[in-house]
């Protein structure tokens, strides 16, 4: 994107070092998270094999698709479920030269054929050079944001980025025709895929080159929408990727400024399917009669509080608007199985066998048509045995309630309490109901133990790229180290990469996508440092030539927005307040406008174009944004942290930041919190499974890890642990 540059606030320096003679003398910050937030309808974006069923190949096209849509995603628009879907291709190149050669420009665009999105037929639409198309707006905008925007009337956004397609800079000479848009088409009527080709430059630096494709289809049964990428030399982090039912009352967004999330071959299949019209948990309730438990479609599911019997068996029952047909029914999350599936016109009937108590379990209707779309529909249910008030916990209020009930007869208004389903509500409900007392539904999101650390560290740096998680140095046997290793996310392992050129503990990582950018730190004599080190993946080197900062510090945080590396605050002679600001560009570092109060082990992240800060040593609970428009931090722009915190791991994750473990209350927590910018509110999030401090974090293939770190004082760990979202609903309260 692009900004303006930041006013430049002179100061007179003094750089030195700073020998740290015993590790940890500073406390430990303050704090207990707590808040809640909203976060539905935000990501909804999936790489799921698993939900293939077996007689399911592979989606048409050009390339394969290696996944299927993920469960229980929100209704987007058009009566459809929409998901998108990763695989792997390559572009069709545009042939077509549209004229659009410029910066911040759009050109209209007669559609060769009708095209469907949300509903609606388009036959034309116009393409933006800033990585977008739109079917109802012309808007030139280089600032995306994330979705949904009033910005966009029915839009598609395969890299909204601030780009340019003028033919400026050296990296336009990297295509063989230059920058444009471009465009093709493939096949024949009515099967013909227009293919629009962006061959771009980033506004800076305009070296680098973001080139990508929309591939729009004439028969809306076949794959609808797919983007491919070819080089994305910053991999997402600074670009929206979605589509957008008019202004933003419908939308599904795959990534949101998020380093490593784009990269040379993915593939994206925006998959839509028929919508169910409502679904139910269905059981006989002896002579009582058939009583069903509502299962909604989107946001809480329903819980079945009813016991399966002796083989644990359900029914579910999903509806639609108009007859269909199903390909498979399967169980694609929790445990259960499908005996039987029935379709009778626009009814399905599942039956299910095998449900275990205590869970969230997901039937998946593979290849459901309704004549006009095809795709996967889920469903999802609670499971748990004597929740009569459908709360998601089975505690006293609900023996209290099944109590109320013994000797009534079972209605629609209490059948809930005839937990056996037997017909009629006895000692023995209240019995079931107090034996499972103390359950209850497990969260969505969840933290786990993934293959662990070559070594025991903290202080280290974590940065992703690509898909994989890399971590440079720390602190090992009470020294800074030099060690560095590379997480792939696709396989599970660690393996060795090119060690730091020289050892440090206590400093910073951060990415533009392609480069991770490594900022001061102690050295092995515990020294303040104030270096700049540019690490390469693909060439698996380090670039030491590139200017220092002028204060030297750890215990600093750092941050990548629109081509600068931002340095804040941090340790060093005392407690420092400076943000130091690298162009990448111009080679070169500036003063930015200092952090609102001197702090160290605090956090930091850029996201929507801002950089936030949070927590640290002092005012552990304040939180600051920083516009580099007009080089101002705003205490009032974000919302404090629930109490403070310091130390901990920090990234972006489907849109909010993510902050896990660290010091809470003078004690290394386990706690982890997220910030929803749409809110602007705080959230607790799942506890991770190992209290740690002084660790790091990255986000990479659809998870947030945390690596390494200390469990106590000066005692370095081995643990990644990994946090991940799974498309699963909260719990319905059932009207009492």
């Known amino acids: 994107m692009k900004k303006q540059i930041i006013t430049v606030i002179s100061a007179r ?3 030195s070092a700073f020998l740290l003679m015993v590790p940890f003398l500073l406390g430990p910050a303050t ?8 976060t539905s309808r935000r990501i909804v974006a999936a790489n799921l094999s698993q939900f293939a069923p077996p007689s399911t190949g592979a989606v048409t096209g050009t390339y394969s698709i290696s996944a299927k849509p993920a469960p229980n995603i929100p209704a987007i628009g058009g009566g459809e479920t929409c998901v998108f879907i990763t695989g792997t291709g390559t572009i069709v190149p545009g042939t077509t030269d549209t004229g659009n050669h410029t910066n911040d420009g759009t050109t209209p665009l007669a559609l060769p054929f009708p095209v469907q999105l949300y509903g609606q037929t388009f036959n034309a639409a116009n393409l933006s050079s800033n990585g977008n198309l739109q079917f109802v707006s012309n808007s030139n905008s280089p600032s995306n944001t994330c979705l949904p925007t009033t910005v966009f009337n029915f839009a598609i956004m395969p890299h909204w980025d601030d780009l340019r397609t003028d033919q400026v800079g050296s990296g336009c000479t990297g295509y063989a025709s230059g920058c444009g848009i471009f465009t093709s088409v493939s096949g024949a009527p009515p099967n013909r895929i227009l293919n629009i080709e962006w061959r771009t430059v980033y506004f800076n630096p305009n070296n680098s080159r973001a080139n990508f494709e929309v591939r729009l289809y004439e028969n809306p049964t076949a794959n609808g929408i797919e983007i491919i990428y070819g080089e994305v030399a910053q991999g997402g982090s600074s670009a929206t990727v979605g589509v957008q039912r008019d202004t933003g009352s419908e939308f599904t967004q795959y990534e949101c400024n998020t380093a490593g ?8 299949t925006l998959s839509c399917a028929p919508m169910a019209s409502d679904a139910f948990s269905r059981k006989v309730h002896g002579g009582a009669g058939t009583f069903d438990i509502p299962l909604p479609l989107t946001g809480n599911v329903g819980v079945e509080c009813r016991s399966g019997g002796a083989t644990n ?3 579910m029952i999903i509806n639609f608007m108009t007859s269909v047909t199903v390909e498979n029914a399967m169980v694609t999350s929790g445990t259960g199985s499908v005996s039987s599936f029935t379709v009778s016109g626009s009814q399905v009937t599942v039956n299910l066998t095998g449900v275990t108590d205590a869970q969230r379990i997901t039937v998946t209707l593979f290849n459901v048509n309704d004549g006009m779309h095809m795709g996967n529909v889920p469903v999802s249910m609670g499971v748990l045995i004597g929740d009569v008030n459908g709360n998601g916990s089975v505690n006293a209020t609900d023996v209290a309630l099944t109590k109320s009930q013994v000797g009534m007869p079972v209605g629609s208004g209490n059948f809930r309490e005839d937990v056996n389903a037997n017909g009629t509500i006895s000692s023995t409900d209240v019995a079931i109901v107090k034996s499972d007392v103390g359950t209850s539904l497990p969260p969505c999101a969840s933290w786990t133990e993934r293959a662990a650390y070559p070594m025991v560290v903290f202080g280290n740096a974590v940065a992703s790229v690509g898909g994989n998680v890399y971590s440079f140095g720390g602190i090992a046997n009470n020294t800074a180290v030099a060690n560095a290793y590379k997480y792939s996310t696709a396989t599970n392992t660690w ?16 990415s533009d996508g392609t480069y991770i950018y490594l900022l001061g730190g102690v050295d092995q004599n515990f020294s303040t440092t104030a270096t700049l080190w540019r690490y390469n993946p693909v060439t698996n080197t380090y670039n030491t030539s590139l200017p220092s900062y002028t ?6 945080a750092c941050a990548y927005l629109n081509g600068k590396v931002y340095r804040i605050a941090g340790r060093g002679i005392g407690t420092d307040y400076h943000v130091e600001v690298y162009n990448i560009a111009t080679n070169s570092w500036s003063m930015a406008a200092n952090y609102p109060v001197a702090n160290h082990s605090l956090m930091a992240v850029a996201l929507g174009g801002y950089i936030y800060g949070a927590g640290g040593n002092a005012f552990a609970d304040k939180t600051y944004r920083y516009d580099p428009n007009t080089d101002t931090w705003d205490d009032s722009a974000i919302a404090d942290l629930p109490a403070g915190r310091s130390a901990a791991a920090s990234g972006v994750y489907n849109g909010r930041w993510v902050l896990a473990g660290g010091d809470v209350n003078f004690a290394i927590s386990n706690s982890a919190i997220a910030w929803d910018p749409t809110t602007n509110t705080w959230s607790d999030l799942p506890n991770m499974v190992q209290a740690r401090d002084y ?3 990255a986000t990479a293939s659809q998870s947030f890890y945390a690596v390494a770190g200390a469990s ?6 081995n643990d990644n642990q990994q946090y991940t979202e799974t498309p699963c609903g909260g719990v319905s309260v059932a009207a009492r």
């Open 712 to 717: 106590g004082p000066g005692t370095p760990t």
């Open 551 to 556: 204060i030297p510090t750890y215990f600093h």
């Open 695 to 697: 660790l790091a974090g």
């Open 495 to 510: 393996t060795p990469i090119a060690s730091l050129p020289a050892p440090r503990g206590w400093f910073s990582a951060t």
């Open 261 to 268: 999330t784009l990269m040379s071959g993915l593939a994206l």
């Open 313 to 315: 068996d359900y029914q």
């Open 13 to 15: 320096l003094v750089s």
């Open 31 to 38: 704090h207990r998270a707590l808040g809640q937030g909203n």
